[in-house]
Nanobody, 121 residues
Framework: QVQLVESGGGLVQPGGSLRLSCVAS????????MGWYRQAPGKQRELVAG???????NYLDSVKGRFTISRDNAKNTVYLGMNGLKSEDTAVYSC???????????????WGQGTQVTVSS
């Protein structure tokens, strides 16, 4: 019923920038928290940044000051701006969203397909 579509990943040199986007579509009544996660080879998935419906944010310590999460509620979209990228930022980045499809529905968590971010010279 709900689909998250990501874009913006790719190959970038160290110190470069990327901006990821994730658009939610389908049967959506409301969206609570939205976030970005990443998983590098051989490592567990970790929360990179999260944002509430009211705009409160939280970040992984290692990305504070470099990454910025934002959202456009009218477009059901969450963004992740990434500056000063490092090789250790290389991972598959996935967005997620807590979504209710109707007023009386419980909130469900949905995930995007994941997009590869590779930081290399």
């Amino acid at each position: 019923q709900v689909q998250l579509v990501e874009s913006g990943g790719g190959l970038v040199q160290p110190g470069g920038s990327l901006r990821l986007s994730c658009v939610a579509s389908g049967r959506i009544f409301s969206i609570n928290r939205m976030g970005w996660y990443r998983q590098a080879p051989g490592k567990q998935r970790e929360l990179v940044a999260g944002i509430t419906s009211g705009g409160s944010t939280n970040y992984l310590d290692s990305v504070k000051g470099r990454f910025t999460i934002s959202r456009d509620n009218a477009k059901n979209t969450v963004y992740l701006g990434m500056n000063g990228l490092k090789s250790e930022d290389t991972a598959v980045y996935s967005c997620n969203a807590e979504i209710a499809s109707a007023l009386r529905d419980a909130i469900s968590v949905y995930w995007g397909q994941g997009t590869q971010v590779t930081v290399s010279s």
